[in-house]
């Protein structure tokens, strides 16, 4: 089974955009993390949505992919992911919205060919 996570972001007004920035760079790191599925993990912002009072004042969005619920679970309990957001999430962050699934088994091959886009555009 597949699972996806994802992750909306906002951080308080007084926060810099340096601070933003580094955030966005370790985050992207952890889909070096062997519990992220062929290392499938996407972080993007700020949001495009039209209209933006849509995207509810989120700044950044994480989406990552985990064979199983275990993985997920490694995931977040993982040094690496307790280091960013305890170093540049939690104290600086208004908001954090996260929700989970597991891919239904008529959808999973959809994972699939997201895996293979991605090899592909890394060439």
Known sequence: ??????????FR???????KEKF???LKKLKNLSCVQDQRLIV????ITDPIE??????????SFHQNREALAEYQASKE?????SEYLW???????RFDFEVAPEDRY???????AAFIGAK
Do not use: W
């Open 54 to 63: 849509r995207s509810k004042g989120y700044h950044f969005a994480l989406l």
């Open 44 to 47: 993007g912002g700020p949001s």
């Open 24 to 26: 966005i760079i370790e």
């Open 1 to 10: 089974m597949t699972v996806v996570h994802i992750v909306l972001f906002k």
């Open 81 to 85: 992911h307790h280091s960013v957001t």
């Open 110 to 116: 959809m994972c699939q060919a997201i895996a293979n």
């Open 91 to 97: 104290p600086f962050k208004e908001d954090v919205t």
């Open 13 to 19: 007004h007084d926060v810099s955009e340096a601070h």
